[in-house]
Structure formats: C-alpha cells, structure tokens
C-alpha cells in the first residue's frame, strides 16, 4: 500500500518566517508534487519533480522553492512566509515509466500551514 | 492552456436521488482525465479514470469529447458519498494534474 507521509499536520508560523514541509513516499515513486488546496481554487499545483535533484514550475510557483536530494523526499520551502500562504498542502506522488503514466497520484494527509 | 471547470460548488441531493457532478474542460488535444474524492478526515484519492471504463462505488463518468465534458453520475446516492468531487485531468507531461475547484456533495437522508 502507498504511504505518502508529510511530517507535520499542523504549523502555526510568524510572517517572515522560513518555513519546511516535508514529504517522504515509500513505494520508489520517480515524481512527486507539491500542491495547496484552497476553497473554491481547488488544487493548484505548486512545483513538481520528476528525478532526484530535478524540479519544474507549476501554476503558482512565486514565494516557493522545493528540494529533492533522494527519491524518497520532496521537501517544499517558504523562503519568507506571507499571510496570503495561509493554506492546506499537500504531498503526492506517482509512479511513471517513460510514458506509462497511470495519472493516479497518491496524497499525503496534507499540512495546514496558519501564517500570523 | 489546459482548464477544469467544475460549476457547482455544492450539491445538496437526497439520499437515493440521482446525482450528477457536472465536469467541462478545455484542451486541444486528448487529455486523459479523473475523479478524486476526498472524504472527511481521509486523504485525497482516486475514484475513477476515463480510460477504465468503470464503476466505482455505483459511479461512472463519460467522456464526451464534443462537449468536452467529464461529467461524474450516480443513480441513487448514498450518505457516504458525501464528499469533496474534483475532476482532473493530465495531457501526460510527467503525470501533472490540473484540478477543477471541486464539488462538495452533501447526501441527506
């Protein structure tokens, strides 16, 4: 069974504050996303990678960065937390071979990230 | 530039009503495209893909290409299927989604 795990569930940061949200995924997944979910917007993707060390944009990239350094993890990063990045996140992950994308993502719990 | 349009913000229907989840989308080319359902406290999960062709919990969604509609049915609902709907779709590159803002379904008894 696939276990994406996001270490935290609930944050509570200051404005300015750096924040971490970590991912881990266990089934030897290749791409991981980034998404935050917010009434009436629905998911939006934030960044995305398809390779260890490789990452991509998505739709709303800007106040974000993301790290993977190993497989397993995709860690996403507030540089300097806004109160507009109040929200829920959430982790997936999906297996793809050269083509062979099934389209199913497998989530995280989700974090809820409150930005004072 | 690809778009999921979901109309209805919430869907009040009784139980054993039929319900119907309405989808459009915009892209031109041959999108693949999904239902995801989150059901309270519980992670965000695949219902079904257009591709399978199947029945998941009673439901089924047609693609029609003419209309570029993917629209999610259900001819009799039931309490547990009150949830948050989003429909999604990928056009294959490296399995990114794009959501629509999702339907909340509230089945009343």
């Known amino acids: 069974d696939v276990k994406v795990t996001q270490s935290s569930r609930y944050l509570v940061k200051r404005t300015g504050e750096k924040v971490f949200l970590e991912c881990v995924q266990d089934?030897?997944?290749?791409?991981m996303f980034w998404y935050r979910q917010d009434p009436g917007l629905g998911l939006r993707l934030i960044y995305f990678s398809y390779d260890v060390k490789m990452k991509e944009k998505g739709d709303i990239p800007e106040g974000y960065s993301v790290s993977r350094e190993k497989k397993e993890r995709f860690s996403l990063i507030l540089e300097s937390a806004s109160t507009n990045q109040t929200s829920m996140y959430l982790c997936a992950s999906s297996l793809s071979r050269w083509g062979e994308n099934t389209g199913e993502l497998f989530f995280g719990e989700g974090s809820r990230l409150t930005v004072l | 530039a690809q778009r999921v349009t979901q109309p209805e913000k919430l869907l009040s229907v009784f139980k054993g009503a039929p319900v119907e989840l309405k989808c459009n989308y915009s892209?031109?080319?041959?999108?693949?495209l999904f239902w995801y359902v989150q059901y309270s406290r519980q992670r965000l999960q695949l219902l079904l893909r257009?591709?399978s062709r199947e029945s998941i919990k009673g439901f089924t969604a047609d693609l029609n290409k003419g209309e570029t509609s993917f629209h999610l049915k259900k001819p009799f609902a039931q309490e547990e299927d009150s949830a948050m709907y989003y429909c999604?779709?990928?056009?294959?590159?490296?399995?990114?989604?794009?959501f629509g803002a999702g339907t909340q379904v509230v089945v009343t008894p």
């Open positions: 257009h591709i």
């Open positions: 089934m030897d997944h290749e791409n």
């Open positions: 999604a779709l990928t056009s294959n590159s490296w399995g990114k989604l794009q």
């Open positions: 892209y031109s080319g041959s999108p693949e």
